[in-house]
């Protein structure tokens, strides 16, 4: 059973930057898609970011230029660099994976419990 453990999350100022890591274990990390998602209170979950096992990324609109997906195959991590923060990206940030070959089938991803992001002066 796919495990995922979230850490980076805390408090930044407007402007400021944070890094979130996400690692994974009970399966095998190369067979999986990873991404980030987050939801904000009263509103729905939102993907930010997602990165295929050969390391092809895509970003939210709302966060391109500023956000960076990257994993480590070998310590079976994924991380979530965020630079310029704005209140806006103030959400509860998941880790999500899910195989790649049931790629878009909710069914088989698995998701971490969270971490709060609050960016405020």
């Known amino acids: 059973q796919v495990q995922l453990v979230e850490s980076g999350g805390g408090l930044v100022q407007p402007g400021g930057s944070l890094r979130l890591s996400c690692t994974m274990s009970?399966?095998?990390?190369?067979?999986?898609?990873m991404a980030w998602y987050r939801q904000a209170p009263g509103e729905q979950r939102d993907l930010v970011a997602t990165?295929?096992?050969?390391?092809?990324?895509t970003y939210a609109d709302s966060v391109k230029g500023r956000f960076t997906i990257s994993r480590d195959q070998i310590n079976h991590a994924v991380y979530l660099q965020m630079n310029s923060l704005k209140p806006e990206d103030s959400a509860v940030y998941y880790c999500?994976?899910?195989?790649?070959?049931?790629?878009?089938?909710?069914?088989?991803?698995?998701w971490g419990q969270g971490t709060q992001v609050t960016v405020s002066s």
């Open positions: 990165i295929t096992a050969g390391a092809s990324t």
């Open positions: 999500y994976a899910i195989p790649t070959a049931n790629y878009g089938r909710a069914e088989f991803g698995s």
């Open positions: 009970g399966s095998i990390f190369s067979l999986y898609v």
